[in-house]
C-alpha cells in the first residue's frame, strides 16, 4: 500500500515534509489506520503520534486520513483510502509539535473558557444533588464528547479564529452545562458567549457532525445556545 | 504554546474533502461577495434607466450587450443562491433540518434550485 | 467574552438578528422587484419611473437599501475577520484589513446614497 506521510521534526527540519512509504499489508483482513502507523513505527522508530486504548475511547490519535479527520483506532483503512493511497497528517488548524501530534493548548484554551464544570451556589444536600430521568436525558448526546479534538480542527471557523472562536467541542460542552437541570448559571454562561465570535462564528457548515467519531451533533447543540441567548434577550 | 511551530492547513487538500453541506455554505459566500460587487452595477443602470427615455434605453442596451448580460445573469444568479441558501439557514435557526442527512438534502437542494435558476435566467437573457 | 471594536452592535446577538431582519427586507424587496418585471409585458422608461416613485415604492426602497448596508457590513466585516489573518497575511495583517474594511465602508456608503438619491430625485 501506498502512504504519504506527513513528517516534522522541530529539532532537524525547517518546515514539514511529506515522505512516500510502501507498506505490505496482510491480505484477508482490513486493518484499522492505526495498525498501519504502528507497522510504520516499527520500521521506522523516530515516526511521533499519540495513543493510548486503540479502541475509540481515549481521543489521543485523532488525525487528519486523507482530508479527514478521524481516530486512528476505528477508522479502517478501506474507508480512509477507498482508492488505495492513504494520506496521513495532523489535525488541521494547530501547531505541529512533531510528525503528527499537534499542540492541543489553544483547543484546551477554549474548552476551559466555556467553564467546564457544575456550578450550583446554592446549599449542597446531604448526599446528592438529584435529577429527575427527563433532565437527565436532556444531556445525552452532549456529555458524550471525548475531547479528540476531530470536530474543532475540522471547522473552517475554528481554523480562521481559534483564539476567539469556541469552537464545536467546547461549544458542545457550553451547552451541555446549559442544559443540565442543576446548574445555576445559566445567565452567566449565555452572557459570556454573546458576543460575534464565541458561538456566532458557526456557520453551520457541519464538518463537526461529518466528522465526530461519536456521532454527536455540535451544530445542533450550538443553535440551542442561541435560541437560549434569543429567549434571554428578549 | 509552539507559535512558530508549522500548522497543517492544506487548503484545496482539505476543500476536496469536505462534504456537501461545507460547499453550500462556501457558495452563500461567495454569492454574497459577488452581490456586494455586483451592486454597483446594479446602481448605475438603475440611475441610467430612471433618468430619461435616452438613459433607459442605454441601460437597456448594457443589459443586452455581452458583458452587462453576463453580469446581470451572475448577479440574479448569486441572489437566487443566496436567497435559497439563506432561507435554509433560516430553518436551521428554528432547528430545522439540524441533522447530518437533513442538512445534506438541503445542501444537495439548495444547490439544484440555483442550478435551475441559472439555466433559467440563462435562457431569459439570451 | 470576546471583545472586538468593529462588530456592528458590538454585540453577536445584535449581529445575528439584524442579519436574519435584514436579509427578509431585502429578499422581499429583491421578489418584489422580480415579480414587477415578469409581471410587466412592456417595459419602458415612464413604466419604470412610475413604479419607483409611489410613495409606498420609495419607503420600501429606503428599507430595503437601509437593510442592505447593514445586511452587507455584518457579512463583509465576517468574511475580512475571517480570512484577512496573520497565517496568510504577516505581521501586517490588521493594516490590511483597515484597508479592506474601509473600502467596504465606502461602497456601503455608496450603496446607501446612489440609489435613495435616484429614488427620492425623481419628479
Same mark, same amino acid.
Given at each position: 500500500m501506498q502512504i504519504s506521510l506527513y513528517?516534522?521534526?522541530?529539532?532537524?527540519?525547517?518546515?514539514?515534509?511529506?515522505?512516500?512509504?510502501?507498506?505490505?499489508?496482510?491480505?484477508?483482513?482490513?486493518?484499522?489506520?492505526?495498525?498501519?502507523?504502528?507497522?510504520?513505527?516499527?520500521?521506522?522508530?523516530?515516526?511521533?503520534?499519540?495513543r493510548s486504548c486503540r479502541e475509540g475511547v481515549c481521543g489521543s490519535d485523532g488525525i487528519n486520513m486523507n482530508g479527514r479527520n478521524g481516530l486512528a483506532c476505528i477508522t479502517p483503512v478501506s474507508e480512509a483510502a477507498p482508492r488505495g493511497k492513504l494520506t496521513l497528517r495532523p489535525?488541521?488548524?494547530?501547531?505541529?509539535?512533531?510528525?503528527?501530534?499537534?499542540?492541543?493548548?489553544?483547543?484546551?484554551?477554549?474548552?476551559?473558557k466555556i467553564k467546564p464544570w457544575l456550578v450550583n451556589d446554592t446549599a449542597p444536600p446531604a448526599r446528592e444533588r438529584l435529577q429527575s430521568p427527563e433532565d437527565r436525558e436532556k444531556l445525552n448526546g452532549l456529555y458524550e464528547c471525548i475531547l479528540c479534538a476531530c470536530c474543532s480542527t475540522a471547522c473552517p471557523s475554528f481554523w480562521w479564529n481559534p483564539d476567539k472562536f469556541v469552537g464545536p467541542a467546547g461549544l458542545l460542552q457550553a451547552y451541555r452545562f446549559l442544559a443540565d437541570s442543576r446548574d445555576t448559571a445559566t445567565a452567566e454562561r449565555l452572557?459570556?458567549?454573546?458576543?460575534?465570535?464565541?458561538?456566532?462564528?458557526?456557520?453551520?457548515?457541519?464538518?463537526?457532525?461529518?466528522?465526530?467519531?461519536?456521532?454527536?451533533?455540535?451544530?445542533?447543540?450550538i443553535g440551542k445556545i442561541r435560541s437560549m441567548l434569543l429567549s434571554q434577550g428578549i | 504554546m509552539h507559535p512558530d511551530r508549522p500548522v497543517n492547513l492544506p487548503l484545496p487538500r482539505l476543500a476536496a474533502a469536505m462534504p456537501v453541506t461545507a460547499i453550500a455554505s462556501f457558495l452563500h459566500r461567495v454569492t454574497g461577495i459577488v452581490l456586494f460587487a455586483g451592486t454597483l452595477f446594479l446602481c448605475y443602470v438603475l440611475d441610467l434607466a430612471l433618468a430619461d427615455e435616452a438613459g433607459f434605453e442605454r441601460a437597456a442596451a448594457i443589459i443586452e450587450a455581452p458583458p452587462g448580460a453576463l453580469a446581470t445573469w451572475a448577479i440574479l444568479t448569486s441572489l437566487a443562491y443566496h436567497v435559497v441558501a439563506g432561507v435554509k439557514h433560516l430553518l436551521l435557526d428554528f432547528h430545522v433540518g439540524d441533522s447530518l442527512r437533513a442538512a445534506k438534502i438541503g445542501a444537495w437542494l439548495t444547490i439544484a434550485l440555483a442550478v435551475l435558476a441559472a439555466v433559467g435566467l440563462a435562457v431569459w437573457l439570451w | 467574552m470576546v471583545t472586538n471594536v468593529a462588530s456592528f452592535g458590538?454585540?453577536?446577538?445584535?449581529?445575528?438578528?439584524?442579519?436574519?431582519?435584514?436579509?427578509?427586507?431585502?429578499?422581499?424587496?429583491?421578489?418584489?422587484?422580480? #415579480? @414587477? $418585471?415578469?409581471?410587466? =409585458?412592456?417595459?419602458?422608461?415612464?413604466? *419604470? +419611473? #412610475? @413604479? $419607483?416613485?409611489?410613495? =409606498?415604492?420609495?419607503?420600501?426602497?429606503? *428599507? +430595503?437599501?437601509?437593510?442592505?448596508?447593514?445586511?452587507?457590513?455584518?457579512?463583509?466585516?465576517?468574511?475580512?475577520?475571517d480570512y484577512v489573518r496573520r497565517h496568510y497575511f504577516g505581521a501586517g495583517h490588521t493594516v490590511y484589513l483597515g484597508i479592506y474594511l474601509v473600502v467596504c465602508i465606502g461602497l456601503i456608503f455608496v450603496y446607501l446614497l446612489w440609489p435613495l438619491s435616484v429614488v427620492w430625485g425623481l419628479p
Open positions: 513528517r516534522f521534526d522541530p529539532d532537524t527540519d525547517e518546515s514539514p515534509r511529506t515522505d512516500s512509504l510502501e507498506l505490505d499489508l496482510p491480505e484477508g483482513r482490513d486493518l484499522m489506520v492505526l495498525d498501519v502507523l504502528e507497522l510504520l513505527k516499527a520500521e521506522d522508530p523516530s515516526i511521533a503520534y499519540r489535525l488541521p488548524g494547530l501547531p505541529v509539535v512533531r510528525d503528527l501530534v499537534v499542540d492541543m493548548s489553544q483547543f484546551y484554551r477554549q474548552y476551559e452572557a459570556a458567549l454573546e458576543d460575534p465570535f464565541s458561538v456566532f462564528r458557526c456557520r453551520g457548515i457541519m464538518n463537526c457532525v461529518s466528522v465526530c467519531p461519536k456521532g454527536l451533533n455540535p451544530t445542533r447543540a | - | 458590538r454585540s453577536g446577538l445584535a449581529d445575528f438578528v439584524l442579519q436574519r431582519v435584514s436579509a427578509v427586507i431585502v429578499g422581499l424587496y429583491a421578489l418584489c422587484l422580480v #415579480g @414587477f $418585471f415578469v409581471t410587466t =409585458p412592456r417595459m419602458d422608461h415612464a413604466v *419604470l +419611473a #412610475g @413604479f $419607483f416613485e409611489s410613495l =409606498p415604492m420609495r419607503a420600501f426602497t429606503t *428599507l +430595503a437599501v437601509v437593510s442592505l448596508a447593514a445586511h452587507a457590513w455584518i457579512g463583509m466585516w465576517t468574511v475580512g475577520t
